[in-house]
């Protein structure tokens, strides 16, 4: 019989997960991952300019300068990937994306919530590649890959989350009081 574990959620908002075991992920996985990207999403700290079909051009607070903001396949509708570069699984429909036209950066901001042991922490391994194949799809355009994670990553992905710093990919903790101007003010800075 598989065991089960109880988990405690990051903040009061989120619920307590039991985990049935191996291969026990599902709706409830899906539904806990939904509510946190919602919970994170930075569309509390701007205001929309214009909205099209696939984007917004949007105002950060405090701030005049001009973003398009795009999730999922949106991207590569508002932007034209490079013809000779097939997608690349786990590349194909990002969180949340910023472009910066006067720049020319783009901003992908994945999302990862985990309550329970599995094999997670094998996710955030795959930053680096995901960047490059970012920077080849897009190759006129510099691409910023970061992660918000849940709280969960800081106990039990330590040496993932060296591997993350060493090579220049930034974390924010979605629990963090600061977390959406933090995350705000390192596009704006960039």
Known sequence: MARKII????????????????????????????????????VTNYSVVKTAASFKIIKFAGSDKLFTTTSKAGLFKTIAPSPNV?????????????????????????????????????KIQTADFKRRHYRKTFPDYKVEYFYCLSDWYKGNCVAELEYLEEIGIPVFWGSDADYKKNVTDFMLNY
């Open 7 to 42: 988990v405690v959620p990051d903040s009061e908002d989120d619920e307590v997960v039991v985990n049935r075991g191996t291969g026990a992920g599902g709706a409830g996985t899906n539904k806990t991952g939904l509510t946190y990207e919602a919970r994170t999403d930075l």
């Open 86 to 122: 097939v997608k690349a699984h786990g590349c194909k429909q990002p969180d949340e994306c910023y472009i910066d036209y006067g720049k020319r950066t783009i901003f992908i901001l994945e999302k990862k919530f985990q309550q329970c042991s599995g094999s997670v922490c094998e």
